[in-house]
């Protein structure tokens, strides 16, 4: 069967897969929703933000980016943290990542963030190599638990889903762009 991609390059997740199939199709759509939402901007426009919220499509950008290395590398694969989250002083700033982003470029940011994507789909081929979607993370949290591949994998979804609607919103502020 081949994949339909819509008029956004956005893949149309399958209608007819399997678990494993439908999450990563749901995940991977949602990622190019967020592509195409910030295509195209420049510094100033990816610093726009409606108040009250401080929130930006370049500090959500470098979000997403924290998201998927937090999960897939530190959390699935147990990995210590790679740059530039090795070096973030969290308790200074816990937002770090939404705040640092006005000073990133928009080639920055999206290189952080698609190079961010390759790794997590890397790690993910990895963990489904070892095992299926029952599989722990490698690192647990407090309680002494660890989330499951699933987990991983529904939670990602539901990131992208709520910050798809941010993307959305604050897309239309800046240049009118509207749609799905």
């Known amino acids: 069967m081949s994949e339909i991609i819509d008029e956004?390059?956005?893949p149309e997740p399958p209608h007819g897969g399997g678990e494993l199939d439908t999450l990563v199709g749901f995940l991977e759509f949602l990622r190019a929703t967020i592509r195409w939402k910030?295509?195209?901007?420049?510094r100033e426009q990816l610093n726009v933000s409606v108040p009250p919220s401080e929130m930006t499509l370049g500090g959500l950008l470098k979000?997403?980016?924290?998201?998927?290395?937090?999960?897939?590398?530190?959390?699935?694969?147990?990995?210590?943290?790679?740059?530039?989250?090795?070096?973030?002083d969290w308790g200074a700033d816990r937002d770090w990542d939404w705040h640092s982003a006005i000073d990133d470029s928009?080639?920055?940011?999206?290189?952080?963030?698609?190079?961010?994507?390759?790794?997590?789909?890397?790690?993910l081929?990895?963990?489904?190599?070892?095992?299926?979607?029952?599989?722990p993370a490698v690192r647990s949290w407090p309680d002494g638990t660890a989330p499951s591949l699933r987990w991983i994998l529904v939670h990602?979804?539901?990131?992208?889903?709520?910050?798809?609607?941010h993307a959305d919103y604050l897309r239309e502020a800046i240049d009118g762009l509207v749609g799905e």
Do not use: K
């Open 8 to 10: 956004h390059g956005r």
């Open 38 to 42: 910030t295509a195209g901007l420049d």
């Open 63 to 88: 979000h997403l980016a924290y998201v998927e290395s937090s999960w897939f590398n530190d959390a699935l694969a147990g990995n210590p943290p790679v740059p530039p989250w090795d070096s973030v």
């Open 106 to 123: 928009p080639a920055e940011l999206v290189g952080l963030w698609e190079d961010s994507i390759v790794n997590s789909r890397t790690l």
């Open 125 to 135: 081929d990895e963990a489904l190599s070892r095992g299926g979607l029952d599989q």
């Open 156 to 165: 990602m979804v539901e990131e992208y889903g709520r910050h798809c609607g």
